[in-house]
């Protein structure tokens, strides 16, 4: 779930992280939604690698349990 509002807030053409670099950056607003397209994609990604297996959202080495 924190995945998917993470994506929200950068996503285009209503995210309010965007909104909040776009006031501290001097840069055009298109700019900005063609730099977090990598990003979301990323995210895009890992989101349905965490549906189609879920384990990997819950995942612990045996190691750091000790």
Do not use: C, W
């Amino acid at each position: 779930m924190v995945r998917i509002i993470e994506m929200g807030e950068i996503s285009p053409p209503f995210g309010i992280n965007l909104f909040g670099l776009k006031g501290v950056i001097d840069a055009p607003l298109q700019q900005i939604y063609r730099g977090v397209i990598p990003f979301l994609m990323a995210d895009l990604v890992s989101l349905v690698l965490f549906m189609a297996f879920p384990i990997l959202s819950t995942f612990l080495p045996h190691a750091m349990m000790k």
